[in-house]
Protein backbone atom coordinates (compact mmCIF):
# COMPACT_ATOMS: atom_id res chain seq x y z
CA UNK A 1 0.00 0.00 0.00
CA UNK A 2 1.26 3.33 -0.96
CA UNK A 3 2.01 5.71 2.07
CA UNK A 4 -0.82 8.08 3.01
CA UNK A 5 -3.54 6.64 0.69
CA UNK A 6 -6.86 5.50 3.00
CA UNK A 7 -6.90 2.05 4.22
CA UNK A 8 -10.23 1.04 2.81
CA UNK A 9 -9.01 2.04 -0.79
CA UNK A 10 -6.63 -0.60 -0.24
CA UNK A 11 -9.69 -3.11 0.56
CA UNK A 12 -10.72 -2.45 -3.12
CA UNK A 13 -9.92 -4.60 -6.57
CA UNK A 14 -9.87 -2.75 -9.93
CA UNK A 15 -13.03 -2.76 -11.82
CA UNK A 16 -12.71 -5.67 -14.55
CA UNK A 17 -14.16 -3.84 -17.88
CA UNK A 18 -14.78 -6.48 -20.65
CA UNK A 19 -12.06 -6.21 -23.19
CA UNK A 20 -12.11 -3.54 -25.92
CA UNK A 21 -12.42 -4.08 -29.67
CA UNK A 22 -8.65 -2.26 -29.67
CA UNK A 23 -7.37 -3.92 -27.42
CA UNK A 24 -8.03 -7.36 -28.82
CA UNK A 25 -6.99 -6.02 -32.34
CA UNK A 26 -3.28 -5.14 -31.13
CA UNK A 27 -2.81 -8.33 -28.93
CA UNK A 28 -4.24 -10.57 -31.54
CA UNK A 29 -4.01 -8.70 -35.19
CA UNK A 30 -7.09 -10.11 -36.31
CA UNK A 31 -9.61 -7.93 -38.75
CA UNK A 32 -12.92 -8.29 -37.71
CA UNK A 33 -13.98 -8.59 -34.18
CA UNK A 34 -17.18 -8.85 -32.39
CA UNK A 35 -17.59 -7.12 -29.25
CA UNK A 36 -20.15 -8.69 -27.39
CA UNK A 37 -18.43 -8.20 -24.02
CA UNK A 38 -20.18 -4.86 -22.36
CA UNK A 39 -23.62 -5.28 -22.87
CA UNK A 40 -23.29 -2.27 -25.73
CA UNK A 41 -26.31 -1.63 -28.29
CA UNK A 42 -25.10 -2.15 -31.74
CA UNK A 43 -27.88 0.55 -33.10
CA UNK A 44 -26.55 3.54 -31.55
CA UNK A 45 -26.65 6.56 -31.01
CA UNK A 46 -29.93 7.17 -33.13
CA UNK A 47 -30.53 9.80 -35.49
CA UNK A 48 -31.41 12.63 -33.40
CA UNK A 49 -28.87 12.55 -30.62
CA UNK A 50 -26.20 11.84 -33.38
CA UNK A 51 -26.81 15.15 -34.88
CA UNK A 52 -27.47 17.08 -31.89
CA UNK A 53 -23.99 15.76 -30.36
CA UNK A 54 -22.19 17.37 -33.55
CA UNK A 55 -23.96 20.38 -33.35
CA UNK A 56 -22.89 21.00 -29.69
CA UNK A 57 -19.27 20.49 -30.51
CA UNK A 58 -19.21 24.24 -31.06
CA UNK A 59 -20.29 24.67 -27.77
CA UNK A 60 -18.17 23.05 -25.64
CA UNK A 61 -16.04 26.05 -24.77
CA UNK A 62 -18.72 26.69 -22.25
CA UNK A 63 -20.04 24.87 -19.15
CA UNK A 64 -23.52 23.13 -19.34
CA UNK A 65 -26.62 24.03 -17.80
CA UNK A 66 -25.57 23.13 -13.99
CA UNK A 67 -29.29 22.91 -13.60
CA UNK A 68 -29.74 20.19 -16.13
CA UNK A 69 -33.58 21.81 -16.59
CA UNK A 70 -34.35 20.50 -19.46
CA UNK A 71 -32.70 17.38 -19.43
CA UNK A 72 -34.27 16.47 -15.92
CA UNK A 73 -37.81 17.33 -17.21
CA UNK A 74 -37.72 15.41 -20.14
CA UNK A 75 -36.41 12.14 -17.91
CA UNK A 76 -39.23 12.95 -15.03
CA UNK A 77 -42.16 13.00 -17.85
CA UNK A 78 -41.67 9.59 -18.81
CA UNK A 79 -42.14 8.55 -15.26
CA UNK A 80 -44.76 11.00 -14.24
CA UNK A 81 -42.56 12.80 -12.25
CA UNK A 82 -41.09 16.82 -12.17
CA UNK A 83 -38.16 17.86 -12.77
CA UNK A 84 -37.10 18.10 -8.84
CA UNK A 85 -37.05 14.03 -8.57
CA UNK A 86 -34.46 13.42 -11.29
CA UNK A 87 -30.53 14.09 -10.66
CA UNK A 88 -28.09 13.82 -13.34
CA UNK A 89 -24.99 11.84 -13.40
CA UNK A 90 -21.53 10.77 -15.37
CA UNK A 91 -22.96 7.50 -16.57
CA UNK A 92 -25.23 5.36 -13.88
CA UNK A 93 -21.59 4.75 -12.27
CA UNK A 94 -20.84 8.55 -11.60
CA UNK A 95 -24.09 7.43 -9.58
CA UNK A 96 -23.80 4.82 -7.80
CA UNK A 97 -20.16 6.47 -6.94
CA UNK A 98 -22.27 9.58 -5.17
CA UNK A 99 -24.82 7.06 -3.38
CA UNK A 100 -21.81 5.77 -1.92
CA UNK A 101 -20.69 8.98 -0.62
CA UNK A 102 -23.99 10.18 0.52
CA UNK A 103 -24.77 7.28 2.38
CA UNK A 104 -21.62 4.57 3.73
CA UNK A 105 -19.48 5.46 6.18
CA UNK A 106 -16.93 3.10 8.27
CA UNK A 107 -18.89 0.49 10.31
CA UNK A 108 -22.07 0.42 8.19
CA UNK A 109 -23.37 -2.19 6.45
CA UNK A 110 -23.90 -2.36 2.80
CA UNK A 111 -25.92 -5.67 1.54
CA UNK A 112 -25.95 -6.88 -1.93
CA UNK A 113 -26.41 -10.01 -3.99
CA UNK A 114 -23.24 -12.39 -4.46
CA UNK A 115 -23.52 -12.27 -8.34
CA UNK A 116 -24.22 -8.56 -8.93
CA UNK A 117 -23.00 -5.83 -11.17
CA UNK A 118 -19.08 -5.58 -9.40
CA UNK A 119 -19.07 -1.83 -9.13
CA UNK A 120 -21.54 -2.12 -5.51
CA UNK A 121 -18.31 -4.00 -4.02
CA UNK A 122 -15.74 -1.45 -4.44
CA UNK A 123 -17.40 1.73 -4.00
CA UNK A 124 -19.00 0.39 -0.77
CA UNK A 125 -15.54 -0.93 0.26
CA UNK A 126 -13.63 2.23 -0.74
CA UNK A 127 -16.04 4.17 1.73
CA UNK A 128 -15.20 1.57 4.49
CA UNK A 129 -18.20 -0.50 4.52
CA UNK A 130 -18.71 -3.58 5.49
CA UNK A 131 -20.35 -6.29 3.22
CA UNK A 132 -22.85 -8.57 3.23
CA UNK A 133 -23.06 -10.93 0.38
CA UNK A 134 -26.25 -12.69 -0.47
CA UNK A 135 -25.99 -16.11 -1.80
CA UNK A 136 -28.43 -16.30 -5.10
CA UNK A 137 -31.47 -18.68 -4.51
CA UNK A 138 -31.17 -22.21 -6.63
CA UNK A 139 -32.59 -20.63 -9.88
CA UNK A 140 -29.91 -18.19 -9.84
CA UNK A 141 -32.16 -15.60 -8.78
CA UNK A 142 -31.57 -12.80 -6.20
CA UNK A 143 -32.57 -14.02 -2.80
CA UNK A 144 -34.61 -10.84 -1.59
CA UNK A 145 -35.70 -12.60 1.03
CA UNK A 146 -32.20 -13.17 2.55
CA UNK A 147 -31.29 -9.54 1.77
CA UNK A 148 -33.82 -8.22 3.62
CA UNK A 149 -33.18 -10.69 6.58
CA UNK A 150 -29.86 -9.30 6.64
CA UNK A 151 -30.30 -5.69 7.42
CA UNK A 152 -29.15 -5.00 11.14
CA UNK A 153 -29.13 -1.06 12.81
CA UNK A 154 -25.95 -0.96 10.94
CA UNK A 155 -26.98 -1.53 7.42
CA UNK A 156 -27.35 1.66 5.57
CA UNK A 157 -27.92 0.29 1.63
CA UNK A 158 -29.18 -2.38 -0.15
CA UNK A 159 -27.75 -2.83 -3.72
CA UNK A 160 -30.22 -4.16 -6.38
CA UNK A 161 -29.89 -4.68 -9.85
CA UNK A 162 -32.73 -5.92 -11.55
CA UNK A 163 -33.09 -7.15 -13.89
CA UNK A 164 -29.71 -8.80 -12.72
CA UNK A 165 -26.02 -8.11 -14.35
CA UNK A 166 -24.75 -11.20 -14.81
CA UNK A 167 -27.76 -13.68 -15.03
CA UNK A 168 -30.45 -11.34 -16.66
CA UNK A 169 -33.09 -12.54 -14.69
CA UNK A 170 -36.09 -10.13 -13.35
CA UNK A 171 -37.50 -10.51 -9.95
CA UNK A 172 -40.93 -10.21 -9.51
CA UNK A 173 -42.64 -6.61 -9.49
CA UNK A 174 -44.27 -7.22 -6.09
CA UNK A 175 -41.70 -8.45 -4.20
CA UNK A 176 -39.78 -5.19 -4.85
CA UNK A 177 -42.48 -3.44 -3.91
CA UNK A 178 -42.71 -4.78 -0.94
CA UNK A 179 -39.04 -4.80 -0.01
CA UNK A 180 -38.81 -0.56 -0.78
CA UNK A 181 -42.55 -0.54 1.24
CA UNK A 182 -40.87 -2.32 4.37
CA UNK A 183 -37.64 -0.97 4.85
CA UNK A 184 -36.34 0.57 8.16
CA UNK A 185 -36.06 4.24 8.71
CA UNK A 186 -32.68 5.28 7.50
CA UNK A 187 -32.27 2.43 5.47
CA UNK A 188 -31.80 2.49 1.45
CA UNK A 189 -32.74 0.52 -1.22
CA UNK A 190 -30.44 1.28 -4.04
CA UNK A 191 -32.36 -0.24 -7.46
CA UNK A 192 -30.32 0.10 -9.87
CA UNK A 193 -32.55 -0.60 -13.56
CA UNK A 194 -29.63 -0.27 -15.88
CA UNK A 195 -31.53 -2.80 -18.64
CA UNK A 196 -35.24 -2.29 -17.83
CA UNK A 197 -35.58 -0.51 -20.72
CA UNK A 198 -35.27 -4.67 -22.25
CA UNK A 199 -38.26 -5.81 -20.10
CA UNK A 200 -42.02 -5.41 -19.97
CA UNK A 201 -43.02 -2.29 -18.30
CA UNK A 202 -45.61 -3.88 -16.51
CA UNK A 203 -43.47 -6.52 -14.82
CA UNK A 204 -41.09 -3.74 -13.59
CA UNK A 205 -41.71 -2.12 -9.78
CA UNK A 206 -43.84 1.06 -10.13
CA UNK A 207 -41.02 3.23 -8.83
CA UNK A 208 -42.79 6.94 -9.31
CA UNK A 209 -45.62 5.55 -6.83
CA UNK A 210 -42.90 3.88 -4.56
CA UNK A 211 -41.02 7.52 -4.48
CA UNK A 212 -44.23 8.85 -3.88
CA UNK A 213 -45.60 7.03 -1.06
CA UNK A 214 -41.74 7.80 0.68
CA UNK A 215 -40.24 4.35 0.51
CA UNK A 216 -36.40 4.57 1.25
CA UNK A 217 -35.65 3.75 -2.32
CA UNK A 218 -33.49 5.64 -5.28
CA UNK A 219 -33.90 4.00 -8.89
CA UNK A 220 -30.87 4.15 -11.47
CA UNK A 221 -30.48 4.59 -15.01
CA UNK A 222 -28.66 5.20 -17.69
CA UNK A 223 -28.42 5.98 -21.31
CA UNK A 224 -25.45 3.77 -21.55
CA UNK A 225 -27.41 0.44 -22.77
CA UNK A 226 -31.49 0.73 -24.32
CA UNK A 227 -30.35 4.42 -25.59
CA UNK A 228 -27.04 3.60 -27.34
CA UNK A 229 -24.81 5.95 -25.42
CA UNK A 230 -22.35 4.26 -23.65
CA UNK A 231 -18.99 6.55 -24.75
CA UNK A 232 -21.01 9.70 -23.99
CA UNK A 233 -21.41 8.66 -20.06
CA UNK A 234 -25.12 9.63 -18.81
CA UNK A 235 -27.12 8.15 -16.22
CA UNK A 236 -29.57 9.12 -13.80
CA UNK A 237 -31.30 8.69 -10.35
CA UNK A 238 -35.10 9.24 -9.45
CA UNK A 239 -35.19 9.76 -6.02
CA UNK A 240 -37.70 12.64 -3.85
CA UNK A 241 -36.90 15.84 -4.50
CA UNK A 242 -35.11 16.19 -0.81
CA UNK A 243 -32.50 13.32 -1.66
CA UNK A 244 -32.30 14.56 -5.37
CA UNK A 245 -31.15 18.09 -3.80
CA UNK A 246 -28.44 16.35 -1.67
CA UNK A 247 -27.24 14.20 -4.35
CA UNK A 248 -26.50 17.23 -6.48
CA UNK A 249 -24.57 18.61 -3.71
CA UNK A 250 -22.68 15.67 -3.01
CA UNK A 251 -21.98 15.42 -6.84
CA UNK A 252 -19.44 17.65 -8.89
CA UNK A 253 -21.13 20.60 -10.14
CA UNK A 254 -20.81 19.82 -14.36
CA UNK A 255 -21.04 16.25 -13.22
CA UNK A 256 -22.34 15.63 -17.33
CA UNK A 257 -21.12 17.12 -20.15
CA UNK A 258 -22.43 18.72 -23.35
CA UNK A 259 -22.44 16.24 -25.63
CA UNK A 260 -24.01 13.96 -23.80
CA UNK A 261 -26.81 16.24 -22.71
CA UNK A 262 -27.78 16.90 -26.02
CA UNK A 263 -27.54 13.95 -27.21
CA UNK A 264 -29.52 11.65 -24.46
CA UNK A 265 -32.20 15.17 -24.64
CA UNK A 266 -32.70 14.82 -28.45
CA UNK A 267 -33.20 11.09 -28.08
CA UNK A 268 -35.71 11.71 -25.55
CA UNK A 269 -37.74 14.29 -27.70
CA UNK A 270 -37.12 13.01 -31.31
CA UNK A 271 -35.26 8.98 -31.52
CA UNK A 272 -38.80 7.24 -30.05
CA UNK A 273 -39.17 5.38 -33.43
CA UNK A 274 -35.44 4.16 -33.76
CA UNK A 275 -35.13 3.38 -30.26
CA UNK A 276 -37.96 1.20 -30.24
CA UNK A 277 -36.84 -0.31 -33.48
CA UNK A 278 -33.54 -1.42 -31.83
CA UNK A 279 -35.26 -2.55 -28.70
CA UNK A 280 -37.22 -4.49 -30.67
CA UNK A 281 -34.31 -5.78 -32.59
CA UNK A 282 -32.44 -7.19 -29.51
CA UNK A 283 -35.43 -8.48 -27.76
CA UNK A 284 -36.30 -10.70 -31.31
CA UNK A 285 -32.28 -11.59 -31.43
CA UNK A 286 -32.16 -12.56 -27.60
CA UNK A 287 -34.99 -15.10 -27.89
CA UNK A 288 -33.23 -16.02 -31.57
CA UNK A 289 -30.04 -16.60 -29.30
CA UNK A 290 -30.96 -18.14 -26.66
CA UNK A 291 -32.63 -20.77 -28.45
CA UNK A 292 -29.38 -21.22 -30.67
CA UNK A 293 -27.53 -22.02 -27.05
CA UNK A 294 -30.23 -24.10 -26.17
CA UNK A 295 -29.90 -26.25 -29.53
CA UNK A 296 -25.57 -26.47 -28.69
CA UNK A 297 -26.43 -27.90 -25.36
CA UNK A 298 -26.24 -25.00 -23.35
CA UNK A 299 -28.02 -23.67 -20.14
CA UNK A 300 -30.07 -20.45 -20.50
CA UNK A 301 -31.65 -18.18 -17.77
CA UNK A 302 -34.39 -16.26 -18.94
CA UNK A 303 -32.74 -13.10 -19.98
CA UNK A 304 -34.62 -9.38 -19.35
CA UNK A 305 -31.83 -7.85 -20.82
CA UNK A 306 -29.56 -7.52 -23.50
CA UNK A 307 -27.34 -9.95 -22.78
CA UNK A 308 -27.48 -13.67 -22.02
CA UNK A 309 -26.09 -15.99 -19.56
CA UNK A 310 -25.58 -19.13 -20.67
CA UNK A 311 -23.46 -22.52 -18.79
CA UNK A 312 -21.98 -25.41 -20.99
CA UNK A 313 -20.19 -28.49 -19.52
CA UNK A 314 -17.04 -26.43 -20.40
CA UNK A 315 -14.90 -23.97 -18.60
CA UNK A 316 -15.81 -20.65 -19.30
CA UNK A 317 -11.88 -19.19 -18.97
CA UNK A 318 -10.53 -21.34 -22.14
CA UNK A 319 -14.07 -21.28 -24.00
CA UNK A 320 -14.01 -17.11 -24.23
CA UNK A 321 -10.15 -17.59 -25.07
CA UNK A 322 -10.81 -19.59 -27.96
CA UNK A 323 -14.17 -17.28 -28.48
CA UNK A 324 -11.20 -14.46 -28.82
CA UNK A 325 -8.89 -15.92 -30.58
CA UNK A 326 -11.54 -15.89 -33.69
CA UNK A 327 -12.62 -12.56 -32.79
CA UNK A 328 -15.69 -12.99 -30.82
CA UNK A 329 -15.35 -11.24 -27.07
CA UNK A 330 -17.62 -12.27 -24.59
CA UNK A 331 -17.29 -12.39 -21.19
CA UNK A 332 -16.64 -15.56 -18.74
CA UNK A 333 -18.86 -15.70 -15.36
CA UNK A 334 -15.95 -17.50 -13.13
CA UNK A 335 -15.60 -14.02 -11.08
CA UNK A 336 -18.62 -13.92 -10.29
CA UNK A 337 -18.78 -17.64 -9.50
CA UNK A 338 -19.96 -19.36 -12.65
CA UNK A 339 -16.37 -21.00 -13.95
CA UNK A 340 -18.52 -22.90 -16.86
CA UNK A 341 -21.06 -19.72 -17.96
CA UNK A 342 -20.72 -16.87 -19.96
CA UNK A 343 -22.39 -14.11 -20.51
CA UNK A 344 -23.13 -12.50 -24.35
CA UNK A 345 -24.54 -9.43 -25.38
CA UNK A 346 -27.27 -9.74 -27.89
CA UNK A 347 -25.60 -7.15 -31.14
CA UNK A 348 -27.03 -7.51 -34.63
CA UNK A 349 -28.14 -10.77 -36.60
CA UNK A 350 -25.06 -10.75 -38.26
CA UNK A 351 -23.41 -10.12 -35.11
CA UNK A 352 -24.99 -13.10 -33.95
CA UNK A 353 -24.51 -15.43 -36.85
CA UNK A 354 -20.85 -14.82 -36.09
CA UNK A 355 -20.84 -15.32 -32.47
CA UNK A 356 -23.03 -18.56 -32.78
CA UNK A 357 -20.69 -19.71 -35.86
CA UNK A 358 -17.57 -19.47 -33.97
CA UNK A 359 -19.06 -20.61 -30.72
CA UNK A 360 -20.07 -23.94 -32.65
CA UNK A 361 -16.63 -24.34 -34.05
CA UNK A 362 -15.10 -23.78 -30.20
CA UNK A 363 -17.42 -26.60 -28.76
CA UNK A 364 -16.91 -29.22 -31.83
CA UNK A 365 -12.94 -29.06 -30.96
CA UNK A 366 -11.56 -26.49 -33.42
CA UNK A 367 -10.78 -23.70 -31.35
CA UNK A 368 -7.38 -23.33 -32.41
CA UNK A 369 -8.08 -22.00 -35.58
CA UNK A 370 -9.10 -18.72 -37.06
CA UNK A 371 -12.56 -18.21 -38.06
C1 LIG B 1 -26.02 -3.12 -13.67
C2 LIG B 1 -25.24 -1.99 -14.20
N1 LIG B 1 -25.30 -0.81 -13.58
C3 LIG B 1 -24.59 0.24 -14.01
C4 LIG B 1 -23.76 0.14 -15.10
C5 LIG B 1 -22.96 1.32 -15.51
O1 LIG B 1 -23.59 1.99 -16.54
P1 LIG B 1 -23.03 3.35 -17.10
O2 LIG B 1 -22.44 3.06 -18.43
O3 LIG B 1 -24.25 4.21 -17.19
O4 LIG B 1 -22.04 3.89 -16.12
C6 LIG B 1 -23.66 -1.08 -15.78
C7 LIG B 1 -22.77 -1.21 -16.94
O5 LIG B 1 -22.54 -2.22 -17.51
C8 LIG B 1 -24.41 -2.17 -15.31
O6 LIG B 1 -24.32 -3.37 -15.90
Known amino acids: ?17 GKTVEEVRREL ?8 GSNENPYGPFPAARRAMTEEIARINTYPDVSFHEIKSLIGERFGLGPEWVAISHGAEGMLQTLGKVFLEPGDEAILSRATYGLYREISLVMGATLKEIMLKDDLSVNLREMERAITGRTKLLWLNNPNNPTGMLLPKKSVENLAKRLPRGVWLVLDEAYAEFASPEELPSVAKLLEAECGLIVVRTFSKAWGLAGARIGYALARPEMVRIIDTVSEPFNANRIAIAG ?11 FNQALAATVRERERVTKALRDMGGETLPSHTNFVFVTFQADAGEVSGKLLRKGVIVRPCGGWGFGSSLRVTVGTPEQNDFFLGALRG ?6 EGGA
Not at 1 to 17: F, S
Not at 29 to 36: A, D, S, Y
Not at 362 to 367: P, T
Request: charged fraction near 25%.
Open 29 to 36: GLQKIVKL
Open 362 to 367: VLAGDG
Open 1 to 17: MIAGVRKAVGAATPYVP
Open 264 to 274: ASASLKEDEEA
